[in-house]
């Protein structure tokens, strides 16, 4: 049984695909058509079967969805089910008769104004539902509905973010991302042992800089060959330090390994990535 059946219509596959993509992520299981329509079998008999068994139903509001007879059918029967219906509006659009006497009193989750915040917010909204009492669920849900006008009251304490395993940002599901080089701590063997190369391109600097001093600087001089040495090891350890670290960042992405940090150029979300 999926906890969470996604209604959308197919001119919003990627956006309805993206949204699933972040739950599925954030360990929310989905049902969204035509993925979960076993072979041999139909829309019409799946489909109310896989409402009457979700848990929350998260309706992809835009226009293209209010031409949809699809998903006005799956409303319409979501609403008949007494299930939770979480709006996830795509645009800004006034809705027409039968959306809106359906979606009286529905929270909604405005995704055209941050879209980071409104799926951060419809996650949490999911899993309070999913792992609130399914005798309350109603209760609470009356409770906690707001209306469009209201906005929810923003808490002092942000929640953890949460990251599965792959690097695509679990909020926007954006793969441009960027690595806080500052939050880089090296660990383990393979990743300690770049440290290695810092000493390796100081020793090389030194020789490189110690054979060029002997072309430039004449041999009567030899204070200024000693600091040209010199300068040539720090160059060739800073120079060691950068790319050691820059070989640690490269694997970490690659084999999404935990404990480190990556912002979104998309949504600008910082988060920690963890192993699944």
């Not at 329509?37 to 109310?48: K, L």
């Not at 409104?118 to 309350?136: K, V």
């Not at 441009?176 to 020793?203: F, H, Q, W, Y």
Request: net charge positive.
């Amino acid at each position: 049984m999926k906890e969470v059946f996604i209604s959308y219509s197919t001119v919003d596959a990627a956006n309805a695909e993206t949204v699933r993509n972040v739950l599925e992520k954030n360990g929310l299981s989905c049902w969204m058509a035509p993925r979960d329509i076993p072979g041999g079998s139909n829309y019409t008999r799946e489909i109310p079967i896989a409402i009457r068994n979700c848990k929350v139903f998260v309706l992809i509001l835009s226009k293209n969805a209010q031409s949809s007879q699809w998903v006005l059918k799956e409303l319409d029967s979501a609403v008949n089910c007494g299930k939770v219906i979480l709006p996830f509006m795509l645009e800004e659009c006034i809705l027409n008769d039968e959306f809106n006497f359906l979606l009286t009193g529905a929270q909604r989750y405005a995704a055209y104004q941050k879209k980071a915040e409104a799926m951060e917010t419809l996650i949490s909204r999911i899993r309070g539902i999913i792992d609130a009492p399914s005798a309350s669920v109603a209760e609470s849900e009356s409770v906690a509905v707001l209306t469009e006008e209201q906005k929810p009251e923003k808490s002092s304490k942000k929640a953890a973010p949460v990251y599965l395993g792959e690097t695509v940002c679990p909020a926007c599901g954006s793969d441009e991302l960027t690595l806080l080089p500052k939050r880089v701590k090296r660990s383990g063997v393979a990743e300690l042992s770049t440290m290695l190369l810092i000493p390796a391109l100081a020793i090389a600097g030194l020789f490189v800089f110690f054979i060029l001093s002997t072309f430039i600087i004449p041999y009567d001089m030899f204070g200024l060959v000693v600091l040209f040495t010199l300068v040539g090891a720090v160059v060739g350890g800073v120079l060691g330090n950068i790319i050691s670290k820059n070989i640690v960042k490269r694997n970490r992405i690659r084999r999404h390994l935990p404990n480190t940090c990556y912002k979104c150029k998309s949504c600008s979300k910082v988060f920690l990535g963890e192993d699944q």
